[in-house]
């Protein structure tokens, strides 16, 4: 939380023991980039102003802030560029909460345009892990309204924006007795296992069940 001031990441760690390893680079009179690994445990996570914090009993991976704007001091411009970065991030809570092996981009130009990427190669808990990341509010309001509920392995995810309006998407996950409810266009359904493969133009669905049913 000491780098709030000059970092605009969007968690806030209020609270945990453990030890961190920083480094912190400088160029020009201005911050350029903080690369840090974390062991964390008994933390207390922000990761979103309108959800109760988040409490983790360990967390543990890389963490990397880079300056993206090369032309104007941090704290004197009302946008700036920036990206954040984290590897081999391993996180969990004794209600469910449980992220393995995470790794994950998020870069904003001066120009307000957006890139995501996130990738695990398994999860559970899906509703209840995703929706407290700090994700695009565009994919949050999908997984809040369809509520996927099962398991995900192999997952990936890419999103491109321009102002937070959405240019280009891709999804790739395998699932296992997954259900979801109807969302839009995309019908709802229970007990479905199998690979999914998406993008703004179109879709794969290839479905390896028993017992399944679609709304």
């Known amino acids: 939380a000491a780098y709030k ?14 030890s961190t390893d920083v480094t912190i680079n400088f160029s020009n009179h201005q911050l350029q980039s903080i690369n840090s690994h974390v062991a964390l445990e008994n933390i207390q996570l922000q990761t979103k102003p309108d959800l109760a914090p988040l409490m983790l009993d360990k967390l543990s991976g890389n963490i990397a802030w880079k300056n993206l704007n090369k032309n104007k001091l941090l704290g004197t411009a009302s946008k700036f560029g920036h990206s954040l970065s ?55 309001a999908f997984i809040n309204a369809a509520n996927p509920q099962g398991e995900l392995e192999d997952l990936n995810i890419v999103w491109e924006a321009q102002n937070n309006v959405t240019k280009t998407y891709q999804l790739n996950t395998k699932f296992n007795r997954l259900n979801l409810n109807a969302y839009e266009n995309i019908p709802g359904f229970n007990n479905l296992s199998g690979e999914l493969s998406a993008n703004q133009k179109s879709g794969s669905l290839r479905l390896d069940t028993h017992q399944a049913n679609l709304e």
């Open 86 to 140: 984290v590897n081999a991030l391993n996180a969990s809570t004794v209600n469910g909460f449980n992220i393995k092996s995470l790794s994950a981009y998020y870069s904003q130009t001066i120009n307000c345009e957006q890139i995501f990427n996130l990738s695990m190669p398994g999860l559970t808990n899906i509703q209840t892990t995703l929706s407290q990341l700090p994700i695009p509010e565009k994919l949050l």
């Open 5 to 18: 001031t000059w970092v605009d990441y969007p968690i806030n760690l209020s609270a945990g023991t453990g």
